[in-house]
């Protein structure tokens, strides 16, 4: 297995604690005075039709995406619309997450909307046939869904008190890059985007597919040295304890595994799903607690490690301490009574985006074990263009969205701001340097996935706090560009 199709998982999957979950005590908890950030935010929901196929002139079927409106704070008269593109999962849980847009709205008396992505959530275009046949899986890509998005809001504007709207979109980690690729694509449509944590060089010939992995590595060595280091040498311990029957048979009782090691092939599973925990835990390194992919604590990557003291433990030892740390993941509640290596989140559409990065995003993500603490694993399209074919009767294109979108000559970008967090592995193939005057980057040092499109928290570090300053200055400036514009248009004549 590659580890491109485990990190599928991870794009974009952080959600929110649920008060109850948020309430776990921790040991030796001193920053009491923070507030969880848990609240519930409330819409309507409402659908949509849209062409299955916006390319096609002979094919006229039609199917339904839905969207979710709050209209609570909307102003009289070409309120802003805060339009946040939908992800790889079900809409609801984004707009859970999404607490920043949330917070401006009343600022800006603006329409709130979330629009679902097709295929994911509810939004299929062969209702529950929709993965029975990978013919079926033919119109998910992100131009379709880009249309989806420019016909929803030309709808939306058929409202008199929106025709002049100003509309902002917004969207973390995948949707991220639709937000960015909307702006550069459809400026007659949108007039600004929030593009966080929005990997877009995160392509063949762009960005070195060496980066993400030496990213989540420094999460782990800047926190504590032995703790990455401790990882490295696990790789060996694993391989070297799994060689006998009675080594596998050891590490199923002793980590509590649901199921018995039986093959090379499980022992890799196994792997896999470790490399998939450390990933997620750089890009859920929040300074509070969340609440998905599982429950986990605030500063979670400090908590994996702290069991890690001593340098160059025999392989056992070093297995059993990494045990304690997995189950700051795995079984952080105490209510976990065996870890599956195989479970996913149900959430999230794992048929569809292992389909578009078998398809459009080829994201090359590898490994040397020496400047990494992971096993070496080079990127080899060769091999994920067999898995796409057997799987989805595909063959991938690592060109296509440097086509579509560009990756190297962006000098005609407008209104758009790139922020990134230097934890968050994504931010290798993130945008840190400004593109043009307007198509800026916003750099947080401090910072995991998508943490300044989350809800202000009062344990935020102060980069985020100036993030989401700029993002909300430059809304405010793209929106008064807008009506200034819409003014000398319409008010002449
Ligand atoms: C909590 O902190 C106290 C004092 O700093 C320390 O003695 C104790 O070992 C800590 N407990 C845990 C579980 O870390
Ligand atoms: C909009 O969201 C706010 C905050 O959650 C809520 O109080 C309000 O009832 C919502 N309005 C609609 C129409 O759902
Ligand atoms: C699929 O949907 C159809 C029509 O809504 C329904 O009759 C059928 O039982 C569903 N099949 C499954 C397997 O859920
Ligand atoms: C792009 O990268 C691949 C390896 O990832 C390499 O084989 C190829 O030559 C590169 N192409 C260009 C145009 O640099
Ligand atoms: C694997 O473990 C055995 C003892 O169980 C030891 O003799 C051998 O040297 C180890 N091999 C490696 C590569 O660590
Ligand atoms: C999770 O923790 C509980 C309580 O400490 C323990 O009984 C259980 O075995 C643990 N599960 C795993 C998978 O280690």
């Known amino acids: 297995?590659?580890?491109?199709?485990?990190?599928?998982?991870?794009?974009?999957?952080?959600?929110?604690?649920?008060?109850?979950?948020?309430?776990?005590?921790?040991?030796?908890?001193?920053?009491?005075?923070?507030?969880?950030?848990?609240?519930?935010?409330?819409?309507?929901?409402?659908?949509?039709?849209?062409?299955?196929?916006?390319?096609?002139?002979?094919?006229?079927?039609?199917?339904?995406?839905?969207?979710?409106?709050?209209?609570?704070?909307?102003?009289?008269?070409?309120?802003?619309?805060?339009?946040?593109?939908?992800?790889?999962?079900?809409?609801?849980?984004?707009?859970?997450?999404?607490?920043?847009?949330?917070d401006i709205a009343p600022i800006f008396g603006a329409l709130i909307i979330f629009a679902e992505h097709r295929y994911y959530g509810e939004s299929l275009p062969f209702g529950n046939k929709t993965f029975s046949s990978v013919k079926n899986l033919e119109y998910l890509n992100t131009q379709q869904a880009l249309l989806d998005y420019v016909n929803l809001i030309e709808f939306l504007r058929t409202d008199n008190k929106l025709k002049h709207s100003p509309v902002i979109v917004f969207g973390g980690s995948y949707a991220g890059q639709l937000a960015a690729w909307m702006r550069l694509k459809y400026p007659h449509i949108v007039q600004g985007a929030i593009a966080a944590s929005a990997p877009i060089l995160q392509f063949s010939n762009i960005t070195d597919c060496h980066l993400f992995t030496r990213i989540v590595t420094s999460d782990f060595r800047n926190t504590n040295p032995i703790c990455s280091k401790a990882i490295r040498q696990s790789w060996d311990a694993i391989t070297n304890l799994t060689s006998t029957a009675s080594g596998k048979r050891w590490l199923f009782i002793m980590w509590n595994l649901c199921k018995p090691l039986r093959s090379k092939s499980d022992v890799q599973k196994l792997k896999d799903w470790l490399s998939n925990?450390?990933?997620?835990?750089?890009?859920?390194?929040?300074?509070?607690?969340?609440?998905?992919?599982?429950?986990?604590?605030?500063?979670?990557?400090?908590?994996?490690?702290?069991?890690?003291?001593?340098?160059?433990?025999?392989?056992?030892?070093?297995?059993?301490?990494?045990?304690?740390?997995?189950?700051?993941?795995?079984?952080?509640?105490?209510?976990?009574p065996c870890i599956d290596i195989e479970s996913g989140i149900p959430e999230l559409g794992t048929i569809g985006w292992d389909y578009q990065t078998c398809t459009e995003l080829v994201m090359p993500i590898c490994s040397d074990g020496i400047n990494d603490m992971f096993e070496p694993q080079s990127w080899n399209l060769k091999e994920i263009a067999e898995y796409c074919k057997k799987n989805y009767k595909v063959v991938p294109n690592d060109q296509i969205i440097c086509k579509q979108y560009g990756c190297t000559d962006f000098e005609t970008a407008t209104n758009i701001v790139f922020s990134n967090g230097l934890m968050d592995p994504w931010s290798a193939g993130g945008v840190l340097k400004d593109l043009t005057r307007s198509a800026i980057a916003v750099v947080i040092p401090n910072a995991a996935h998508g943490l300044d499109l989350r809800g202000a928290n009062s344990a935020d570090p102060h980069g985020v706090i100036r993030a989401r300053d700029i993002h909300r200055n430059l809304i405010k400036k793209w929106i008064n560009d807008y009506d200034e514009l819409v003014n000398q248009k319409y008010e002449s004549n």
């Open 277 to 336: 925990i450390y990933i997620t835990l750089a890009m859920a390194n929040y300074p509070y607690p969340i609440d998905f992919p599982a429950p986990l604590p605030a500063f979670s990557i400090k908590h994996f490690c702290k069991h890690f003291t001593k340098n160059d433990l025999p392989h056992e030892k070093l297995l059993m301490i990494l045990k304690k740390g997995i189950d700051v993941y795995a079984n952080f509640t105490g209510q976990n």
């Open 1 to 102: 297995m590659n580890i491109l199709k485990f990190l599928i998982f991870n794009l974009l999957i952080i959600f929110q604690c649920a008060i109850e979950a948020c309430s776990i005590e921790l040991e030796n908890n001193t920053d009491e005075e923070i507030v969880i950030d848990g609240l519930k935010y409330n819409y309507v929901i409402r659908k949509f039709k849209v062409p299955i196929n916006h390319f096609s002139f002979v094919d006229d079927r039609k199917f339904e995406i839905r969207y979710l409106v709050n209209n609570t704070w909307q102003k009289e008269i070409n309120a802003p619309i805060f339009f946040h593109l939908g992800n790889e999962g079900k809409i609801e849980i984004f707009a859970k997450i999404s607490g920043f847009l949330w």
